[in-house]
């Protein structure tokens, strides 16, 4: 088997920045209350005339370039997402044509805020058997197009954003040790889109007034609990795969769902939280992309250095849970 690894990151987040305080003049909300419950600040809004695609083309031709490998080199794009610009055609589609990637197969994956760990290691699996030898992988998500913003309790959350890494086969000694990935169909009304598949069309007036085509967090405050549990056990089966502890990790990067899951999760590892990256207060729950823009930039601000051990960790719909371990 080879030796997998990421060579590149890159990461787009729209220009236009919604303040907590902006959402006080939406909403009966403040923003004394939502940073206190969430962490967030403020979260970032794609342009009328943008897509999952056009925001996933950035981060990935960034990508590409940090990696030095020309799009039409690509051999294989797979995207994660939960908001791809349309069902049919495949996000990934719409992104292989605008990057120019004519020698790439593409397609989506789904596992809402796991989303780029399942397409990592999807895309790891074809690296490692030879199969392909390089592959990007993007995840870019509009989740503010999702959202009912009379919903105070859900719309204050979310954001837009897209971030990706090129892999290929590294040398011995750094690149992805393992992936897990885990999901718990049971757990499927938790976080819901209920509407715009096969089981609401055609689209109705009834579907839209009943608000099936929004985001919906029934009990928002038990998957509060069950994403601490999943994230702690995700960061705990990766070390142990590994034969490593806590201290051996130089960084985790886990989803950015909510500050206080994260303070929970570092609480029952019992691993400072000076040790998990945040970048939640800037830009809020953006699903599949918080980590690879979170990883993104803990790789250009020197978070991450060459040899550090990077733990990613995400929960989200599905349910789905999982992890990577990479030696960077
Ligand atoms: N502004 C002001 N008040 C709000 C509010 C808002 N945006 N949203 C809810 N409230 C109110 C509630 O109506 C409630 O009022 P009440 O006590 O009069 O009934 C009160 O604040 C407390 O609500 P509660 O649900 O207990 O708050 P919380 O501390 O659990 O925080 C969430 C709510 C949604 C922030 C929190 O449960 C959460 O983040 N859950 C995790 C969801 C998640 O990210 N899952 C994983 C996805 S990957």
Redo the contacts with the bound molecule.
Sequence with gaps: MKRVGIIGTGSYLPEKVLSNFDLEKI????DE??TT??GIRERRLARADEAASDLAKVAGERALMDAGIAPEEVELIVMATITPDTHCPAGANWLEAKLGAVNAVSFDVTAA?TGFIFALSVAEQYIKTGIYRNALIVASEIMTRTLDWTD??TC??WGDGAGAAVITEVEDGRGILSTHIHSDGAGGDT?LMPGGGSKTTPISYESVDKKLHTLN?IG??Q??KV?VKRFAEACEEALYHNDLTLDDIKVIIP?Q??LR?LQGVAKRLNVSMDKVYVNIDRYG?ISSATVPIALDEAARDGTIQPGDLVLLAA???GLTWGSALIRW
């Design positions: 909403l009966d909300t403040s209350w939502i419950r969430t805020c105070r309790e204050i959350l976080l967090m928002a405050n998957s509060f994403a989803h769902a909510n899951i729950n929960f989200g719909g």
